[in-house]
């Protein structure tokens, strides 16, 4: 009587169940870093994994490692993939146990002194459709790969080709910036959108998308300093977040090159840049509270300690100018 289960089972057993990923608006598709100590969130367009990738090797984003084509599911996929192959499988397996089941009762004989009847109390009694696996939100940094042309999308920035391993830090740096000057273009469009809805949220919403322009231009540098220097002089050991800090980044410019930020920048620019750097820590590490530390390290005195900075549209602007400036001599000195 379960002659119907083991052929399903066995059947189960030799084909594939294939579960189909969607991508996003955008054409991309998630993907996740094996790493376990990374597992960093990127996508990729469909089109060109399909036709650029290999399946040999696929790389990481942001650490770079480096893994077969088939080991970059993210976590949400493989808990979506589980829950329909179970509910596949299991619809499967109710209706070979209910056609079981009617096989076997049908075969009683009628007028037998015991009879036996079968029920199954399964429940679906259709084959599970399985349903595709959705997209996460579309990524806004979109980087084409200039060695091999992939394209893929992060959150934030990223260091590598996913797709061939080429260290992407300048196209990063280039996009990055982009961004952040968008976001800051589009500051009285978003304001006037959600004053609509609240004037508080509006301020609120406006003010975060000022301060985290302003970190995001010091990560943006951060890593463009940390990948070009890292390739003209692989054998030196850079400190943790080196570059976010202009005086050990400095030190590292000068060694190398022999010149340095106040080589490239002139008195009163360094000076607002240091601030501007000042401030970002602040914003990071105080919520924007000054502290007297910052007066000092800043000599900023527009601010008595225990005061909230005040973060301007015209601040990020400079900012993304000097560390434009640097940038652009360093990509003529190295
Ligand atoms: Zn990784
Ligand atoms: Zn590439």
Known sequence: MFEKLLKELEDLQNNRVSIPVKSDGDGYVDRECPNADCLFIFKVHEDDWRDIFRDEAVFCPMCRHEAKSDSWWTQEQLKHAQEEAFKYVSSRIDQALVAGARDFNARQPKNAFISMKMTYSGHALSTHFMLPIPASEEMQLKINCKKCQARYSVIGSAFFCPSCGHNSAEETFDSSIQKIEAKIRNLPLIRQAVSKVSKDEAETTCRSLIESSLNECVVA??????????????????????????????????????????????????????????????????????????????????????????????????????????????????
């Open 221 to 334: 540098f951060q890593r463009f300093c940390e990948v070009v220097f890292a390739e003209h002089s692989p054998a030196t050991k850079l400190k943790f977040n080196a570059f976010q800090n202009l005086d050990i980044g400095g030190d590292y410019w000068q060694e190398l090159l022999t010149e340095s930020y106040a080589n490239w920048l002139t008195a009163s620019e360094l000076k607002q840049l240091n601030l501007l750097f000042q401030q970002r820590h602040l914003l990071a590490h105080t919520e924007g509270i000054v502290d007297q530390k910052y007066i000092d390290k800043s000599g900023d005195h527009s601010y008595k300690p225990g005061q909230r900075l005040v973060v301007k549209e015209k601040d990020v602007l400079k900012l993304v100018e000097l560390v434009n400036k640097i940038v652009t001599i360093l990509r003529t000195k190295l």
